[in-house]
């Protein structure tokens, strides 16, 4: 009996356990397990339009067992706490495996950078949780930015602040501008619009780097065009429950900043044995295994490719990550040549909000409404199952008739009336 174990649902992980699927199908000698501390797939490049009530929360998650379906893979919602590959084990919150072959997939987690008080006092921006968790900080201030009649208080309330211009910071401030203009200013008549700011912190020269210069030059214009604050060569040196210091020097006073500026590899992946990169991730042959451990694969953005470490950590990267360890698991069992990985870029396509977007794909480059069309079509045939296509579908057109959800349905985590503490 040979055991495959999967650590992580996320793109590379839920990729590497179909394919292993597929290809093991004939082999009931060969179990497959996959693990993952929520019992869901997510979605993550609709993140930003749940912070924005463009989207329902539910509608962008799939159930790993739906997934699943008639696919024979096992599957253990529970939290890996250690792996242990001299004795190639693996220890859970709720018991221990062993294995014969382990795909690591776990992701990657917030960097802070060692800057004070960004851990405690900023938003983050990864899971589910904290994308629902910012929308109804974001509603719940304006709630009460609405009757408040201390004018320093409210621009505080009405300053939100997003560390890091890179695609999930721009795509989250061009979400959050259109839920408060489009929506929130209408509505909440005590909010004066000239009060409302909405700020990027990015500490290099430009923008959504890795994206075409020109493309980034229109992608800042337009964002700027619409008052949002581009502040370049700035960095968040310190956090404050009611604001950030920037570059040392300005401190700018606001209730709500959300961290999106780096990324690393969990600690899981940081105590495997072998070298890793500066932002701690392991670094893996051309076939993806770990050197000293070739029945060990990294995966997505946990892992940095020998022929590879410049790949972005990005989902198509994620997903060839997978396929690729499936196959290579199947070449060594068979006792053929592996595969090498070598990254092949799939262009770039980032939404700037409502009716825009900038798309760069086999080299054309355009932007506009038809930009966005595709951002859409794109995202909507790449959402797991047809149940969740036509949700999100759903949620898109009812956005062109009828208002979009403001309603709080759970204690936000720092509410000003009830006082309890976030985030
Ligand atoms: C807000 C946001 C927007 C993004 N937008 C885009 C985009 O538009 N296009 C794009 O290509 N990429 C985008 N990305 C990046 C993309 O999501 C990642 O590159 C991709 O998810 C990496 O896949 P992965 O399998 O390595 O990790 P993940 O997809 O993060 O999966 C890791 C899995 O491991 C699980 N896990 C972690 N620790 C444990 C543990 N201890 N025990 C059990 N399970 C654990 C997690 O719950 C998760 O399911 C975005 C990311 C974010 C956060």
């Not at 201390?150 to 211009?165: N, S």
Request: contains cysteine; aromatic residues 8%.
């Amino acid at each position: 009996m040979k055991r495959i174990v999967v650590l992580g649902a996320g793109f590379g992980g839920m990729q590497a356990t179909i394919e292993l699927d597929r290809i093991f199908r004939a082999r009931p000698d060969v179990t497959i397990l996959l693990v993952n501390d929520q019992n869901f797939f997510l979605f993550t490049p609709l993140l930003p339009e749940i912070a924005s009530s463009y989207i329902n929360p539910r509608h962008i998650v799939q159930t790993v067992r739906d997934i699943r379906g008639r696919r024979r893979f096992g599957f253990w919602r529970d939290d890996v706490r250690s792996i242990n590959v001299d004795r190639r084990r693996i220890e859970l919150a709720g018991g221990s495996l062993e294995y014969d072959y382990l795909v690591v997939a776990l992701g990657s987690r917030a960097d802070y950078f060692h800057v004070p008080g960004a851990r405690e006092h900023t938003w983050d921006f990864k899971s589910l949780e904290d994308a629902v968790a910012l929308r109804e900080r974001i509603l719940d201030l304006c709630e009460h930015a609405d009757h408040t009649a201390d004018p320093a208080a409210r621009r505080r309330m009405l300053t939100f602040v997003v560390v890091g211009g890179g695609y999930t910071g721009i795509e989250l401030v061009a979400e959050v501008h259109d839920l408060l203009f489009g929506y929130i200013l209408r509505r909440y008549r005590g909010i004066p619009r000239e009060e409302v700011r909405l700020i990027v912190l990015e500490a290099e020269s430009e923008i959504l780097r890795g994206v075409h210069p020109s493309l980034v030059a229109h992608a800042q214009k337009r964002l700027q065009k619409q008052g949002i604050e581009i502040r370049l060569h700035t960095r968040a040196t310190r956090c404050f429950p009611d604001g950030v210091e920037i570059n040392g020097r300005e401190i700018i006073p606001a209730d709500t900043v959300v961290w999106t500026a780096g990324v690393r590899a969990p600690e899981l992946v940081e105590s495997l044995p072998g070298p890793h990169d500066r932002i701690g991730r392991a670094i893996v042959n051309e076939h993806l295994q770990l050197d000293a451990h070739p029945e060990v694969f990294v995966v997505g953005d946990s892992s940095a490719a020998i022929t590879a470490k410049d790949a972005p950590r990005v989902a198509p990267v994620a997903i060839a990550h997978g396929r690729l360890a499936a196959r290579n698991i199947a070449h060594r069992e068979r006792a053929e040549p592996l595969e090498s990985y070598r990254y092949v870029s799939q262009g770039a396509l980032v939404s700037l909000g409502m009716n825009h977007a900038v798309v760069d794909i086999a080299g054309i480059k355009f932007s506009g409404y038809f930009a966005w069309l595709l951002w859409n079509a794109v995202h909507l045939f790449k959402l797991v199952g047809l149940k969740k296509q036509l949700q999100v579908a759903a949620d898109w057109l009812l956005a062109v008739v009828f208002p979009r959800d403001a309603s709080i349905v759970r204690r936000p985590r720092r509410c000003r009336l009830c006082g309890t503490q976030g985030p």
